[in-house]
Nanobody, 127 residues
Framework: QVRVVESGGGLVQAGGSLRLSCTVSGLPTDRSRMAWFRQATGQEREGVSCISQSGANTNYADSVKGRFTISRDSAKNALYLQMNSLKPEDTAMYYC????????????????????WGHGTQVTVSS
């Protein structure tokens, strides 16, 4: 059984930083494409960042480019999202998602490309 658990959210002032972590059990992250999504209250879920199975390809939403960095640690079976220069508009529930794949180079910000999801971690940025 696959389990995805996010952590690291919290309350931070604008301009601050947070590092989100996602630990996965039951699915090797180095054989998966993975991504971070977020959903603010009253808004649709949006893709924030993704990484291919090989780790060679990453992608970011335009709104976070240059501020957020996605990374993975295969030894810990974990995915991370380093978030710097946070803005109030980054406030949302952040979700980690994963999908097993043999396509090493494919990365996607589309939610339909992921099968396993965590319950989310709340990020709140105060102005």
């Amino acid at each position: 059984q696959v389990r995805v658990v996010e952590s690291g959210g919290g309350l931070v002032q604008a301009g601050g930083s947070l590092r989100l972590s996602c630990t996965v059990s039951g699915l090797p992250t180095d054989r998966s494409r993975m991504a971070w999504f977020r959903q603010a209250t009253g808004q649709e879920r949006e893709g924030v960042s993704c990484i291919s199975q090989s780790g060679a390809n990453t992608n970011y939403a335009d709104s976070v480019k240059g501020r957020f960095t996605i990374s993975r640690d295969s030894a810990k079976n974990a995915l991370y999202l380093q978030m710097n220069s946070l803005k109030p508009e980054d406030t949302a529930m952040y979700y980690c998602a994963a999908a097993p794949t043999y396509n090493s180079g494919f990365a996607s910000l589309s939610a339909s490309q992921y099968f396993y999801w965590g319950h989310g971690t709340q990020v709140t940025v105060s102005s």
